[in-house]
């Protein structure tokens, strides 16, 4: 849902702990995306801001919306079973899949998309 999200190949997310994260230029507007999470957009202009899942005591910022996006780094590849077959990964960084770990929210029996139910 990231490639359609964005508009993008892929989605450029940085991870912060919720109670240290400050918006600076007012609070983004937000979009239910399933049943556990939900996407931040500025209701300016509708850039896309940031994926929560409810439950976390962290939130994916698109990294492009920052101020200084160098100072976050990439550190991993997640999602990496739905990235387009001409897309190459030659960084060596670690490679995910979603839903790989048993505690990911997707395998939770109570996660139900909005965005694509028929994926």
Known sequence: MCKRATGGVFAALSGV???Q?????????YFRSSSLSKR???PACGTPLSFDYDHKDTIEVTTGSLDMPEAAPVQSH??????LSWL????GLPEKRTGASAGSPVNRPDFQPRQDPNR
């Open 17 to 19: 702990r919720k109670d």
């Open 21 to 29: 994260l400050t918006w600076t230029k007012g609070q983004p507007s």
């Open 40 to 42: 931040g957009f500025c």
């Open 78 to 83: 997640f999602g990496v079973e739905s990235k």
């Open 88 to 91: 190459k990964l030659c960084d």
